[in-house]
T-cell receptor, first 114, second 116 residues
Framework: GDSVTQMEGPVTLSEEAFLTINCTYT??????LFWYVQYPGEGLQLLLKATKADDKGSNKGFEATYRKETTSFHLEKGSVQVSDSAVYFC?????????????FGSGTRLLVRP | NAGVTQTPKFQVLKTGQSMTLQCAQD?????MSWYRQDPGMGLRLIHY???????DQGEVPNGYNVSRSTTEDFPLRLLSAAPSQTSVYFC???????????????FGQGTRLTVV
């Protein structure tokens, strides 16, 4: 079946360090890919998305590129801040009529130290 | 801008008790879903609805019931709570995206449920 695999956390970085959180997926067809972020005590918020191969999603300094050849959607940020500390979830959906059944990875906790 | 509203935020139940988790959205979305979040397992889909009067099972439906009598509301019922249902529950809503441009799911703030 369809699935999403994320790197295990926690990831601990110093402020202004470079961030990569790996995400790979297994799915038939052409899924849409998402990164959601969960700040402490809050629900999930969409961070960025990409709907077709080679698309790059970006928001708040974060970027991820939909790589169909490697079935990956790695999250990157050039310089992290303490306020980026959160749990990051990679997810996929199978089309415009499937946004009600996202498939999530297990989440990666990021801790940024001053 | 209320978005998706879940109540209660916290709940402690005894084994065997029943309760209903409430979820309401004010964005006129067709789709609504319930997920549970457990450590190391991400979010897993419990039940979903593609419109009023239509519901279906997700990945982990056992022990839960849902109904969708209106577009706005999608309550989740625990019929006889078990310790294995201790989790954080999230409700989400979204709309059909013909162009893939509006397939974002909006989440509530979650309900932390403990069953003792």
């Amino acid at each position: 079946g369809d699935s999403v695999t994320q790197m295990e956390g926690p990831v601990t970085l110093s402020e202004e360090a470079f961030l990569t959180i790996n995400c790979t997926y297994t799915a038939t067809g052409y899924p849409s890919l998402f990164w959601y972020v969960q700040y402490p005590g809050e629900g999930l918020q969409l961070l960025l998305k990409a709907t077709k191969a080679d698309d790059k999603g970006s928001n708040k300094g974060f970027e991820a590129t939909y790589r169909k050849e490697t079935t990956s959607f790695h999250l990157e940020k050039g310089s992290v801040q303490v306020s980026d500390s959160a749990v990051y979830f990679c997810a996929l959906s199978k089309g415009p009529d499937s946004s009600y059944k996202l498939i999530f990875g297990s989440g990666t906790r990021l801790l940024v130290r001053p | 801008n209320a978005g998706v509203t879940q109540t209660p935020k916290f709940q402690v139940l005894k084994t065997g008790q029943s309760m209903t988790l409430q979820c309401a959205q004010d964005m006129n979305h067709e789709y609504m879903s319930w997920y549970r979040q457990d450590p190391g397992m991400g979010l897993r889909l419990i039940h979903y609805s593609v419109g009023a009067g239509i519901t279906d099972q997700g990945e982990v439906p056992n022990g839960y019931n849902v109904s969708r009598s209106t577009t706005e509301d999608f309550p989740l019922r625990l019929l006889s709570a078990a310790p294995s249902q201790t989790s954080v529950y999230f409700c989400a809503s979204s709309s059909y995206g013909q162009t893939l441009m509006n397939t974002e799911a909006f989440f509530g703030q979650g309900t932390r449920l403990t069953v003792v």
